[in-house]
């Protein structure tokens, strides 16, 4: 009886160990990172964007923004979007990157006339440093501009920003 008892209490023990167990943190998925930047140069002039990882706090992403340069009537109004993939640890990352920017040049009295469009791409090449947690972010880099009419490869920008 006792025997039987001692085997019970046993596999009771090994039968809740999993619930005891603890996960380790590095299988423990992490949310992407997201963050927002001003960036000057680029694939827009002036520009306000968002830039999210797929998962985690590196490996491929996607930016959108939005900016230009101007006045109400006359200026340059730009849309880039791309893909983009941070490799390095720390918060210190080599960024490669490639996109399209949508542009609208105007030169009139409103904003329809006299305008013209076009889309032309990027690449992007540089680094990025940006926390673990939510905090600063900064990035600087070369950014080839690919158009009708050439390649443009010595182009390039500063941006700075928050993460969260």
């Given at each position: 009886m006792k025997l039987n008892l001692f085997a019970l209490c046993l596999l009771f023990t090994i039968g809740i160990q999993p619930i005891f167990a603890q996960r380790n943190l590095d299988?423990?998925?992490q949310p992407p990172a997201r963050s927002v930047f001003g960036e000057i140069g680029g694939p827009?002039?002036?520009s306000a964007n968002y830039d999210q990882r797929f998962k985690g706090q590196k490996g491929w992403g996607f930016r959108v923004g939005m900016g230009g340069i101007g006045f109400l009537t006359s200026g340059v109004f730009a849309v880039p979007v791309g893909f983009n993939h941070l490799?390095?640890?720390d918060g210190h990352y080599l960024e490669l990157g490639a996109g399209a920017s949508a542009i609208t040049v105007?030169?009139?009295?409103s904003f329809f006339e006299n305008s013209n469009s076009t889309v032309f791409g990027y690449l992007n090449f540089g680094y990025r440093y940006q926390p673990e947690k939510k905090g600063f972010?900064?990035?600087?880099?070369?950014s080839p501009l690919i158009t009708g009419a050439g390649v443009f490869p010595f182009y390039g920008g500063i941006s700075a920003g928050f993460k969260f």
């Amino acid at each position: 009886m006792k025997l039987n008892l001692f085997a019970l209490c046993l596999l009771f023990t090994i039968g809740i160990q999993p619930i005891f167990a603890q996960r380790n943190l590095d299988d423990v998925p992490q949310p992407p990172a997201r963050s927002v930047f001003g960036e000057i140069g680029g694939p827009c002039l002036f520009s306000a964007n968002y830039d999210q990882r797929f998962k985690g706090q590196k490996g491929w992403g996607f930016r959108v923004g939005m900016g230009g340069i101007g006045f109400l009537t006359s200026g340059v109004f730009a849309v880039p979007v791309g893909f983009n993939h941070l490799s390095g640890s720390d918060g210190h990352y080599l960024e490669l990157g490639a996109g399209a920017s949508a542009i609208t040049v105007t030169d009139g009295e409103s904003f329809f006339e006299n305008s013209n469009s076009t889309v032309f791409g990027y690449l992007n090449f540089g680094y990025r440093y940006q926390p673990e947690k939510k905090g600063f972010t900064a990035r600087v880099f070369i950014s080839p501009l690919i158009t009708g009419a050439g390649v443009f490869p010595f182009y390039g920008g500063i941006s700075a920003g928050f993460k969260f």
